[in-house]
C-alpha cells in the first residue's frame, strides 16, 4: 500500500492522488494537525533527526541522570553512557519513549539512544514540557522525504500516519464502527476514532480483520480496481500450468485457504484479501511439509517446482521448512 501511495503522490502539491486524479489526502503540516486534533498556543520549536543527533552528543553526565532518576527503575540505574535498554525504564518512562519513536519513526525501541534522551529530557512528570516542537512538520517533512527516495532505499518508517490518513479523509470507505466523537460531543482525534489500527494484545480485531477491513478497502481507494482475492501472481505460483496444478484454493465468505497436495498440515485460515507475505508462509509451509512426508524423510529429490522467493522471504534449504 505505501508504493501504491508513493506512486500515487504528486510531490508538487504534497498529496495523493486517486487514479482518477482527485485528492486523496495531502501531506501537510495542517493535515496532520486536523486529524490529530492538535492545536497549542506556545510557540513551537523546529524539529529535525539533525538537531537532535547533535544536541545528543552534548548531553551532560547531569541531565542523563536526572532523566535516569525520574524516567528510570530505580535499580536500573545506568552504570555506563547511552544507549539503554528499554526494559530498564519505569512504567512513565516506557510510555514516554514509546511515543518518542512513534514520532521519530522508530519501529522498536529495545535500545533508547541519545536522540530520544534529549526529547525525554524535557518533561518533567506533572508538568508541561519544557520545550513544544513543531512535530506535523517533521512528520510532513519525513513523509515526504520518504515517498521521493522510496524507490532507492526502499524505506518508510511512518506507515501509521498513512494509515490514519486515509481513515480520516475516507471514513464512510471502511465498513468498521468509528467513534468520532468523546462524551461530549468533541471531535476526537483520529487515532481513537478504531483499535482496528492499533498494535496491541487486547485488540478486538485480529489480523485478518485488519487486512479486509481496512487494507483492503484502503487499496481500492488507490487503485483503478479493487484487488482481488488471489493476485494474478499467486494464481499463477499455484497452478503453474495446466499440466503441472498442484496447488488449489478455496475462497470461502470471509476466509481463504491454499492447499498444496500431499501436505499433511491443517490449512491455516488466510484473510479475505490475502497478502503477499502471508501467502508466502503458508506456501512454504506447506511445501515443506510435503516435501519433508513424501521425498526428504525416504531420501528421495524433491520433484516439485516451488519458487524459492516470495515477498519478503526466501526459502534455500530444505531443513528450514
Known amino acids: 500500500m505505501i508504493h501504491q501511495c508513493c506512486e500515487n503522490y504528486d510531490p508538487n502539491q504534497r498529496v495523493v492522488l486517486s487514479p482518477s486524479g482527485s485528492v486523496l489526502f495531502h501531506i501537510t503540516p495542517e493535515a496532520i494537525n486536523q486529524m ?14 539533525q538537531l537532535l543527533v547533535d544536541q545528543g552528543a552534548k548531553l551532560s553526565s547531569s541531565q542523563i541522570t536526572r532523566i535516569a532518576q525520574l524516567f528510570m527503575q530505580p535499580d536500573s540505574q545506568p552504570q555506563r553512557p ?32 541519545e536522540t530520544i534522551l534529549v526529547m525525554l529530557s524535557m518533561f ?21 522525504e520518504q515517498f521521493m527516495n522510496l ?19 475516507h471514513p464512510d470507505n471502511f465498513p468498521i464502527f468509528l467513534k468520532k466523537l468523546d462524551a461530549k460531543g468533541n471531535r476526537r482525534s483520529v487515532i ?7 498494535h496491541i494484545f487486547h485488540s478486538p480485531y485480529n489480523y485478518c480483520e485488519f487486512i ?14 479493487p484487488p482481488p482475492r488471489l493476485t494474478d ?12 496444478s498442484i496447488r488449489d484454493w478455496y475462497f470461502y465468505q470471509d476466509h481463504t485457504v491454499i492447499r498444496i497436495y500431499g501436505c499433511e498440515l491443517a490449512p491455516y485460515r488466510l484473510p479475505k484479501y490475502v497478502p503477499m507475505r502471508l501467502f ?42
Open 233 to 244: 501472481e499467486m494464481q499463477k505460483i499455484l497452478q503453474l500450468s495446466k499440466n503441472y
Open 36 to 49: 490529530l486534533q492538535s492545536q497549542s498556543a506556545r510557540p513551537l520549536t523546529p524539529l529535525s533527526m
Open 124 to 144: 518533567t512528570p506533572g508538568r508541561p514540557p519544557a520545550v513544544q516542537y513543531d512535530y506535523a512538520t517533521f512528520i510532513a517533512d519525513r513523509i515526504h
Open 192 to 198: 481513537f476514532w478504531t483499535p482496528v489500527l492499533h
Open 151 to 169: 524507490e532507492r532505499e526502499r524505506v518508510f518508517k511512518n506507515t501509521s500516519y498513512i494509515y490514519h490518513l486515509i481513515l480520516y479523509n
Open 280 to 321: 508466502a508462509l503458508e506456501y512454504f509451509r506447506k511445501f515443506g511439509n510435503t516435501d519433508m512426508v513424501h521425498f526428504y524423510s525416504r531420501n528421495k529429490k524433491a520433484q516439485l517446482k516451488i519458487n524459492h522467493q516470495l515477498g519478503p522471504f526466501i526459502f534455500n534449504k530444505r531443513e528450514e521448512a
Open 82 to 113: 547511552p544507549p539503554f535498554l528499554h526494559v530498564w525504564f519505569n512504567d512513565i518512562g516506557k510510555v514516554l519513549v514509546n511515543m518518542i519513536s512513534y514520532i521519530l519513526g522508530y519501529n522498536i525501541s529495545e535500545y533508547v539512544d
Open 212 to 225: 479486509d477491513l481496512f487494507i483492503h478497502p484502503a487499496l481500492s481507494l488507490l487503485m483503478s480496481s
